[in-house]
């Protein structure tokens, strides 16, 4: 399927989801969808019946707690059955409702902001000095971005010239409790990134093919780390959830998921 077609997938089984385990975090995991859809279908090297083929390419969620969209998407690249994914945040299960490294194609557990980019710069700075191929790809939470580590993170990407490591933020200009402007702005975001020695790309985050460009632009850089700060829409498709903090946390009851499941389908 093309990539379009992917998101509307992602979100359609996200929401299912979340409505059957009564979970949270559907906008941040709507917000993101398109982000995954491109990454899966064009960019990531990844065999789904091998996934720790050494020579994969590593995307960790560093937002964890949005897991499920890219449950769906591992599963509809065949990394596990789809029926597996029933089970999310069900006793006993793997698919925990912050991302599990239990889980095939999961690099590592979050959930606790501001870790994954710290082990992003990690892994990439162990091929840097092993000359092995892999990027490493790091999604954040823009929300996430108050967290210190991450900015101790990309002070030493900038300072180690990490040009294989390229961090997404998910701008959606909401986070657990407000605004990213009432809470603790974070402009002017660009300026303070390349200061840091950054490459910063920003796009439309629901633009495939400006992400397709700008991801294709993160492989061709050759002296530094790249952030792509993709403008999105919290609750992207479903129209009462777009921009409204409540979906940070609540739960779709059965009208609302049947409404949301036809808008995904327009």
């Known amino acids: 399927m093309d990539s379009i077609t992917f998101a509307k997938k992602i979100r359609e089984i996200s929401v299912k989801m979340v409505h059957k385990a009564n ?3 559907i906008g941040g995991a709507l917000s993101m969808a398109d982000i995954l859809a491109v990454l899966y279908n064009d960019i990531l090297r990844y065999q789904p019946q091998d996934p720790n083929w050494k020579e994969r390419d590593r995307l960790l969620l560093s937002k ?5 969209s890219l449950y ?3 599963a509809l690249k065949g990394f596990f059955p789809e029926e597996h994914l029933t089970t999310y945040g069900q006793n006993g299960t793997d698919l925990l409702c912050h991302i599990s490294h239990h889980v095939p194609g999961v690099e590592v557990s979050a959930g606790s902001l501001g870790h994954g980019l ?3 710069v990690g892994m990439a700075l162990a091929a840097q000095r092993r000359h092995e191929a892999y990027d490493t790809y790091v999604i954040v939470g823009d929300g996430e971005m108050d967290e210190g580590s991450n900015w101790e993170a990309l002070m030493f990407a900038g300072h180690h010239h990490l040009s294989n490591l390229c961090t997404v933020i998910d701008y959606n200009k909401i986070q657990s409790l407000g605004s990213i402007d009432e809470v603790m702005t974070l402009e002017p ?3 303070k990134l390349r200061a840091f020695n950054c490459r ?3 796009v439309d985050g629901h633009d495939h093919r400006a992400l397709l460009d700008a991801f ?5 850089e050759e002296s530094r780390p790249t952030v792509i700060i993709a403008d999105t829409v919290k609750g992207k498709g479903v129209s009462y959830m777009e921009n409204n903090l409540a979906w940070h946390y609540k ?3 059965d009208e609302q998921l049947k409404t949301a499941l036809e808008e995904i389908e327009q």
């Open 72 to 74: 769906a998407a591992l």
């Open 64 to 68: 964890g707690h949005a897991c499920v």
């Open 216 to 220: 294709r632009e993160f492989r061709a």
């Open 189 to 191: 975001l660009a300026d």
């Open 118 to 120: 710290p082990f992003g």
């Open 200 to 202: 910063v790309i920003r």
């Open 23 to 25: 979970a949270s975090h």
């Open 251 to 253: 739960s779709p009851n």
